[in-house]
């Protein structure tokens, strides 16, 4: 008998040996690509949604802003987080809910600066004062506020401030603007994907049209906050309220502009966060 030779190879053990690249469990490269990106729109949609210079602030490429729209949302809640934080301080401070109300907005409006609120007054002035498409333009372009745009400002703000200090406390009021101001800035790139741009210039042409996966994160997010913070029943009243202003500044712009403007975005903004807080007033 002949004995056989040990092989001096080293015994074949890949297959004992789960490869990274099969299972994504085990793809940790692939895991930090996603949280990577998830973090770099964050920051991008911070700076351009907020006055915080958050992350290196270099300069966007073309298209980013337009993908950092599904990150809208987490910027929405991070603006509730102040407001309700500053309700707390305030009312700690043995302020009555009015002036808790009116110092948990003014957090909000100092560190979004005002540009939503900004683009209300611009688009009811527009669409009131304007009488055909080039003149309504003309309007919303003009850094000046007009009458119209005056009333609308004291109406938002003032039915905000009404409702914030109808709530029963700081944790119900964070609760709702972290809804609210979520779900609102949700409604950006569902315009921006569903709409045109009025004119080729302006924000709306700059920023570009967001991919259909962003718009259904950005949607699937805001839904998720809504229904977390304010239940599932009044969360989806909520969403459905917002979803009907948006759909009715969607039709009303295309009415008046045949398309949409940065103005109209802040526009829609700033009617489905009224909405979403009625809501949470009349259920909660």
Not at 32 to 60: M, N, V
Not at 170 to 177: D, E, I, N
Request: with cysteine; aromatic share 6%.
């Amino acid at each position: 008998m002949v004995a056989r030779k040990k092989s001096s190879l080293p015994p074949d053990t890949t297959r004992l040996k789960p490869d990274e690249n099969d299972d994504p469990i085990f793809n940790a490269a692939e895991g930090r690509k996603i949280l990577s990106g998830w973090r770099d729109d964050l920051c991008l949609a911070t700076r351009f949604l907020t006055r915080i210079p958050l992350g290196r602030g270099e300069k966007a490429g073309k298209g980013a802003v337009a993908a950092s729209m599904r990150a809208f949302p987490l910027v929405g809640a991070g603006l509730g987080i102040s407001g309700g934080v500053t309700f707390l301080v305030a009312a700690g401070l043995g302020l009555s809910s009015l002036p808790s109300a009116i110092l948990a907005l003014v957090a909000i409006v100092v560190l979004s600066g005002a540009m939503h609120e900004d683009a209300l007054a611009d688009t009811v002035d527009g669409f009131i004062g304007g009488y055909d498409r080039k003149k309504r333009l003309t309007i919303m372009h003009d850094s000046l506020i007009g009458t119209y745009g005056v009333l609308a400002l004291i109406f938002s703000v003032g039915i905000r401030v009404a409702v914030l200090a109808s709530f029963a406390g700081p944790g119900q009021v964070t609760a709702v603007l972290i809804a609210a101001l979520s779900v609102s800035r949700a409604s950006l790139p569902v315009i921006a994907w569903n709409m045109k741009p009025a004119r080729r210039s302006g924000l709306a042409f700059t920023v570009g049209r967001p991919n259909q996966d962003r718009v259904y994160a950005a949607v699937a997010l805001s839904s998720a906050l809504a229904l977390l913070f304010l239940g599932p029943l009044v969360g989806f009243l909520a969403l459905l309220a917002a979803a009907i202003s948006a759909l009715a500044v969607m039709a009303l712009a295309r009415r008046m502009i045949g398309g949409y403007t940065g103005d109209v975005l802040g526009t829609a903004q700033q009617a489905c966060e009224i909405a979403v807080l009625l809501v949470a007033a009349a259920a909660l």
